[in-house]
């Protein structure tokens, strides 16, 4: 008698399935904040490395020059050549050209001084969509901005705009309608030293952090290296960080972002620091360190970072 034997297959049950895939899920879940976090801290130290080397090539230019960059080299919110007594070399240009060289962009910087010899605007520098990753926060979802509303002088793009911007001082870019006097190290054809600096290095702005601004239905010129003539690379201090408050300049985004405020005005005009990090933003100090302030700053102690000689007592940021 021949006896047959039947084969038992086992499986999942859909139910086990589903049970198998909400745990998935939950993992995955409680995983992702940690990557983003992780994925933040590291583009926050990236950032804080760029603003570093930002503070590295200001102080080699001070060495070699016997002072740091104008902030910019034409008047705020002037687009003609530099007036008497001040003789700026060229218009639209500012400090971000003459670091160049000390941050491994020797031969942009060759290119660019052979085409300001014979050319009056750097608007229309045929290499201005080059990207200088030390101008960079890889935070900002924007960045590198290359897309303009319109382009240059014979350019199809205004250029490259970045996050880092220097500081102008602890009120306004043309504080009493003259950009030449500002209180901070960059400002209109400014001519700072190290010595002037008699509120001490290490409790003075030097640099920080903006964030970008797409082109869409109108010019965002935050950031924007070749047409600096508004004040887009410049900052103050007189707000504390990543504000409310609108940024008041000319040439301003017609529907800015609820991250980037704005109000188009050509009289007391100022950007303030903003950033996509958590709580704060990357300032680099006149000693070349760099410090997270947070937007919790005391407001006065976030404006007498500011100025370069205003004799205000440091306070704790």
């Avoid at 084969?7 to 409680?30: D, M, P, Q, S």
């Avoid at 002072?67 to 240009?93: E, K, M, V």
């Avoid at 009493?176 to 960059?186: E, K, L, V």
């Avoid at 239905?217 to 007189?238: E, K, Q």
Wanted: proline content about 7%.
């Amino acid at each position: 008698m021949k006896t047959s034997l039947s084969i038992v297959r086992k499986g999942f049950t859909l139910i086990e399935l589903l049970v198998v895939i909400a745990i998935i899920a939950i993992l995955i879940g409680l995983l992702l904040p940690a990557v983003q976090k992780v994925r933040e801290a590291a583009a926050r130290m990236k950032c804080q490395n760029n603003m570093k080397q930002i503070g590295i090539a200001l102080h080699s230019y001070h060495d070699t020059n016997t002072g740091f960059p104008h902030g910019t080299y034409n008047l705020i919110d002037g687009t003609g050549s530099t007036p008497a007594p001040y003789n700026g070399r060229q218009d639209r240009r500012c400090w971000a050209q003459d670091i160049w060289p000390y941050l491994e962009q020797t031969n942009l910087f060759s290119q660019f001084e052979s085409y300001m010899r014979t050319n009056a605007s750097a608007l229309g520098f045929p290499m201005l969509h080059t990207i200088v990753p030390a101008f960079m926060c890889p935070s900002d979802p924007q960045s590198p901005k290359l897309q303009t509303y319109w382009g240059g002088f014979g350019t199809p793009t205004q250029g490259f705009s970045g996050n880092m911007v220097l500081c102008a001082g602890s009120t306004y870019f043309n504080p009493g309608g003259n950009s030449t006097n500002a209180d901070g190290m960059f400002y209109a054809v400014s001519r700072v030293k190290i010595t002037d600096i008699t509120d001490g290095t290490t409790n003075t702005a030097m640099a920080t952090e903006i964030v970008l601004v797409a082109d869409t239905s109108s010019h965002d010129i935050r950031g924007r290296y070749h047409n600096p003539a508004h004040g887009g690379v410049l900052f103050t201090t007189r707000i504390p960080p990543n504000t409310n408050v609108p940024d008041q300049f000319n040439w301003c985004s017609s529907a800015p972002p609820a991250k980037a405020p704005c109000i188009w005005t050509g009289t007391n005009m100022f950007l303030s620091p903003r950033s996509y990090h958590t709580g704060g933003v990357n300032l680099l100090l006149a000693d070349g360190s760099v410090r997270f302030i947070q937007n919790t700053v005391t407001p006065q102690v976030f404006i007498n970072m500011g100025s370069r000689s205003g004799g205000e007592v440091p306070g704790d940021f």
